[in-house]
């Protein structure tokens, strides 16, 4: 802007205003620069060298080549170390995992499981019972996806009976999906206290419960039997079949009949 009124004075022939101008900073333009070379060319080198155009805003000659300078001295500072990050402590991962939301739950969870990987991390009886009640709450939680990383979880932190005693939980969920996972992880670990649960799901209104029930049953063998006698024993007529064909199937894979 000031360049262009410049330009205009200098063509009225007003040259004596350019004195107060003399080594202030200038903005460097396309005008200025222009201006310059009028003066020059017009003999006034006196006026021309009295300007002094800048790089940027109120900034000197030379600014841009001390910012690059500075720029490649912050590229090559060496870091100064890795920032380690802080992991919640067992009783925050605790929390979060019983007042969280699913995704909180979950990642908690996973917390959990990480955190007792950990070198110094052991649990104390108590802490166990904790979050033997912890899991067995989240067993029922209305989402199945909770649920699942629960019983994934439980199988990563708990000693076996307990994990296997937390998966019976599961033989009553309202998904088909997950009692029937449940059912192969009895019937194939062969924990003979779930036995009759399983037996019981022969009765299940999902198919896909009962094939599993029943191949799980067949499996196990001799261990089903009494409960298998059972059951066919005070089911109705129309659905003893259900129980006689799995005792049928284990006669003849070699157990008692």
């Not at 067995?136 to 996806?145: D, F, G, I």
């Not at 033989?171 to 399983?198: H, I, N, S, Y």
């Amino acid at each position: 802007m000031l360049a262009e009124r410049l330009d205009g004075r200098l063509a009225a022939g007003a040259w004596g205003f350019l004195d107060l101008l003399a080594g202030q900073p200038l903005l460097r333009t396309p005008e200025l620069a222009r201006i310059c070379r009028r003066l020059r060319a017009e003999g006034r080198e006196d006026l021309a060298a009295g300007l002094r155009p800048v790089d940027g805003p109120l900034r000197a000659a030379g600014s841009a080549e001390r910012d690059a300078g500075v720029l490649a001295a912050l590229r090559d500072r060496s870091p100064a170390g890795p920032v380690r990050p802080r992991h919640p402590s067992r009783r925050e991962l605790l929390e979060l995992a019983r007042t969280g939301g699913p995704e909180q739950i979950r990642r908690a969870l996973t917390g959990l499981a990480e955190h007792q990987g950990r070198p110094g991390r052991r649990q104390g009886p108590e802490q166990d019972g904790e979050l033997m009640e912890l899991l067995s709450e989240l067993l029922r939680h209305p989402l199945a996806k909770v649920r699942l990383r629960a019983h994934r979880t439980s199988r990563a932190l708990l000693d076996r009976p307990t994990h296997l005693g937390l998966t019976a939980v599961l033989l009553d969920d309202p998904q088909p999906e997950v009692v029937r996972t449940a059912v192969r992880t009895l019937c194939r670990a062969g924990w003979a206290p779930a036995v009759p649960a399983v037996t019981g799901l022969l009765e299940h209104p999902h198919p896909v419960v009962r094939r599993a029930a029943a191949e799980g049953l067949a499996g196990l063998g001799a261990p089903a039997v009494p409960a298998l006698r059972r059951a066919a024993d005070h089911a109705r007529p129309d659905r003893r079949a259900r129980y006689t064909e799995v005792l049928d199937r284990i006669a003849a894979e070699g157990g008692p009949g």
